[in-house]
């Protein structure tokens, strides 16, 4: 069976004619091969299907001619699912004479594996007769299907936590409103949670939504607390990205109540977190404080009690109970086996540095407020391209004291400004593309005190650099901290 069309010069040598043939069957053969595809040959006249040897190692059928049977002999092989598609593509084709593809899996007779197919055929004849061929060549595209379904089940998952993020902040926006009596308070509460959400997507993110351990969890909410008063032990349990979410914000309600009411607003208070696999699976996770403030029970119910023992529950597929103990708060979470993730080999996320999570992350006053007086009369320098960020860092930096000699929104900006006389410079990491190192450069160049803002998930800063790192979304209090720990490193 000759596979490729001779060509027709009637100036040719018989000789000549058959070298092209040759090079023509040559290159087919090669293009074919370098390509992974098969060809075939459906002779309708006859009723006979042929399958070349690349075709053969493709689909498994048998080498050779077969009888076609009007097509059943053929169709047989397809994938159930696929055969009426198959089968209208290839009537349309022969109706038309146009050039046909079709996308389909195929059974493979030797093996019984499935193999997607890229098919692509013409059918050919005399002008105003039936066509008498059909001509075509195959293409496995298995591993080419399995990365688009891969990337559509990516594309899928990423609307489906977006949409499960943006509503999780409207009802958090929505219950803190109803559950605050002022415009102020709300804010400082619903920034608080926000940040909450925030922490627990970049400890996700290191792990590429595989799930988050414990230990990070409360490292993220604790870390930044009242050095030393608070402490957290457990064994290493990875939870589920729902049940990751749903302890970030519990802690987060928790240590808030602590800050402000509890055992860490006096420097006497403590706060014990511990955590133990339970033996039918899932883990039990308690929560004390001692040495605080006589507490007694609220006289109204606020929507950080409600989310404790309601949601938290639910989420984690146990329960949540809060005790208003007078030597000290006591919270109970238990969660079931669904609460964990499935174990593999994933890398683990570091615990963020305790920068980044500072009280007033958590609404308490009294070590927010000292933070901000301890950067009383500073010159702040701030390089930031997102410009509302700017006025609202500057504002917030102000009102906390702090005098800002100038802001620049580029590189270039930000060089020029370096002749400014400043105490310390907020950089942030990338400026419209641009890298702010040769910035944090001269500075160290200098001995000039600085610190990184960053939307990246790595918690440290960039390569050669030592400075404080702050990661986005931050708040001033924050930036305060990173301030003070900033000019610590020059004294």
């Given at each position: 069976?000759?596979?490729?069309?001779?060509?027709?010069?009637?100036?040719?040598?018989?000789?000549?004619?058959?070298?092209?043939?040759?090079?023509?069957?040559?290159?087919?053969?090669?293009?074919?091969?370098?390509?992974?595809?098969?060809?075939?040959?459906?002779?309708?006249?006859?009723?006979?299907?042929?399958?070349?040897?690349?075709?053969?190692?493709?689909?498994?059928?048998?080498?050779?001619?077969?009888?076609?049977?009007?097509?059943?002999?053929?169709?047989?092989?397809?994938?159930?699912?696929?055969?009426?598609?198959?089968?209208?593509?290839?009537?349309?084709?022969?109706?038309?004479?146009?050039?046909?593809?079709?996308?389909?899996?195929?059974?493979?007779?030797?093996?019984?594996?499935?193999?997607?197919?890229?098919?692509?055929?013409?059918?050919?004849?005399?002008?105003?007769?039936?066509?008498?061929?059909?001509?075509?060549?195959?293409?496995?595209?298995?591993?080419?299907?399995?990365?688009?379904?891969?990337?559509?089940?990516?594309?899928?998952?990423?609307?489906?936590?977006?949409?499960?993020?943006?509503?999780?902040?409207q009802s958090l926006a929505a219950q803190s409103a109803r559950k605050t009596a002022s415009l102020d308070a709300f804010l400082k509460t619903f920034a608080g949670r926000l940040e909450a959400m925030a922490s627990a997507h970049t400890l996700l993110t290191a792990t590429r939504w595989r799930g988050a351990e414990i230990g990070n969890?409360?490292?993220?909410?604790?870390?930044?607390?009242?050095?030393?008063?608070?402490?957290?032990?457990?064994?290493?349990?990875?939870?589920?990205?729902?049940?990751?979410?749903?302890?970030?914000?519990?802690?987060?309600?928790?240590?808030?109540?602590?800050?402000?009411?509890?055992?860490?607003?006096?420097?006497?208070?403590?706060?014990?977190?511990?955590?133990?696999?339970?033996?039918?699976?899932?883990?039990?996770?308690?929560?004390?404080?001692?040495?605080?403030?006589?507490?007694?029970?609220?006289?109204?119910?606020?929507?950080?009690?409600?989310?404790?023992?309601?949601?938290?529950?639910?989420?984690?597929?146990?329960?949540?109970?809060?005790?208003?103990?007078?030597?000290?708060?006591?919270?109970?979470?238990?969660?079931?086996?669904?609460?964990?993730?499935?174990?593999?080999?994933?890398?683990?996320?570091?615990?963020?540095?305790?920068?980044?999570?500072?009280?007033?992350?958590?609404?308490?006053?009294?070590?927010?407020?000292?933070?901000?007086?301890?950067?009383?009369?500073?010159?702040?320098?701030?390089?930031?391209?997102?410009?509302?960020?700017?006025?609202?860092?500057?504002?917030?930096?102000?009102?906390?004291?702090?005098?800002?000699?100038?802001?620049a929104a580029s590189l270039a900006e930000a060089q020029k400004m370096l002749s400014l006389s400043f105490d310390v410079a907020v950089l942030d990491a990338n400026l419209n593309g641009e890298s702010v190192i040769p910035v944090a450069e001269v500075l160290r160049a200098r001995g000039s005190p600085f610190i990184i803002a960053t939307g990246y998930g790595d918690a440290a800063a960039p390569e050669g650099v030592d400075a404080p790192v702050v990661r986005k979304p931050y708040n001033v209090h924050q930036?305060?901290?990173?301030?003070?720990?900033?000019?610590?490193?020059?004294?």
């Amino acid at each position: 069976m000759v596979w490729s069309v001779m060509a027709s010069d009637t100036r040719s040598s018989p000789l000549a004619a058959e070298e092209q043939s040759a090079f023509e069957e040559d290159a087919v053969r090669l293009g074919l091969t370098a390509a992974g595809m098969g060809e075939y040959v459906w002779d309708l006249t006859r009723d006979v299907f042929v399958v070349s040897p690349r075709m053969s190692r493709i689909t498994g059928l048998p080498v050779g001619p077969m009888s076609a049977d009007g097509g059943a002999a053929i169709y047989r092989f397809i994938h159930p699912d696929d055969q009426e598609g198959v089968r209208t593509a290839v009537e349309e084709g022969r109706d038309t004479r146009q050039r046909y593809k079709a996308r389909h899996r195929v059974i493979r007779p030797d093996d019984g594996r499935v193999v997607w197919l890229e098919n692509a055929a013409i059918a050919i004849g005399e002008p105003g007769k039936p066509p008498t061929r059909i001509v075509g060549v195959v293409q496995d595209i298995t591993a080419r299907k399995q990365e688009e379904d891969e990337r559509e089940a990516l594309v899928a998952e990423l609307d489906h936590r977006v949409k499960n993020v943006l509503a999780s902040v409207q009802s958090l926006a929505a219950q803190s409103a109803r559950k605050t009596a002022s415009l102020d308070a709300f804010l400082k509460t619903f920034a608080g949670r926000l940040e909450a959400m925030a922490s627990a997507h970049t400890l996700l993110t290191a792990t590429r939504w595989r799930g988050a351990e414990i230990g990070n969890i409360a490292a993220a909410e604790l870390g930044g607390l009242a050095p030393g008063q608070a402490r957290w032990e457990g064994p290493e349990i990875i939870l589920n990205p729902r049940a990751t979410n749903a302890l970030t914000l519990a802690l987060h309600e928790l240590a808030t109540n602590a800050v402000k009411y509890g055992a860490l607003s006096s420097e006497t208070g403590r706060v014990e977190v511990g955590w133990r696999v339970l033996p039918m699976g899932g883990f039990e996770l308690t929560w004390a404080e001692r040495g605080g403030p006589s507490v007694e029970p609220p006289t109204r119910r606020g929507f950080g009690a409600t989310l404790l023992e309601r949601v938290t529950g639910r989420e984690l597929g146990g329960k949540a109970t809060l005790e208003f103990r007078r030597d000290g708060v006591r919270a109970l979470l238990t969660a079931d086996a669904s609460a964990l993730a499935a174990p593999r080999g994933s890398p683990r996320a570091a615990a963020p540095a305790s920068v980044e999570r500072s009280p007033e992350a958590h609404e308490g006053a009294s070590a927010g407020d000292a933070a901000a007086d301890d950067i009383r009369g500073v010159r702040v320098l701030i390089v930031e391209d997102a410009v509302l960020l700017a006025l609202e860092l500057e504002s917030g930096l102000t009102e906390a004291g702090a005098k800002v000699v100038g802001t620049a929104a580029s590189l270039a900006e930000a060089q020029k400004m370096l002749s400014l006389s400043f105490d310390v410079a907020v950089l942030d990491a990338n400026l419209n593309g641009e890298s702010v190192i040769p910035v944090a450069e001269v500075l160290r160049a200098r001995g000039s005190p600085f610190i990184i803002a960053t939307g990246y998930g790595d918690a440290a800063a960039p390569e050669g650099v030592d400075a404080p790192v702050v990661r986005k979304p931050y708040n001033v209090h924050q930036i305060a901290a990173a301030i003070v720990q900033a000019l610590g490193r020059q004294a």
